[in-house]
């Protein structure tokens, strides 16, 4: 499924997907506003369980569940939130 489309026609990328573009948590867009009102949620872990099915979900699990705060977390295997990507994912050849 495409994400949102943009004023200009362009299909803007999830979240999630946003998220993984930009790397570094200080680089990632702000949240939507629907996960900021999950936060909020009387049942914050039943929130989280309809969010968060994708790998995509860039937040962690507990800070979401226990106290509503959104932590970023890495969403490369093996890597750090903070740790730079390689340029080139692409298999050795």
Not at 28 to 35: D, F, G, K, T
Request: proline share 9%.
């Amino acid at each position: 499924m495409a994400g949102s489309k943009t004023s200009s026609g362009a299909v803007k990328p999830r979240a999630g997907t946003a998220c993984l573009r930009a790397g570094r948590a200080a680089a990632r867009p702000e949240p939507l506003e629907l996960v900021r009102a999950f936060t909020r949620a009387k049942n914050r872990r039943a929130a989280f369980d309809a969010l968060a099915p994708s790998p995509f979900f860039p937040y962690e699990y507990e800070p979401f569940v226990e106290s509503g705060e959104l932590v970023h977390r890495s969403l490369v295997a093996g890597r750090d939130l903070d740790e730079a990507a390689c340029e080139d994912l692409s298999e050795p050849r």
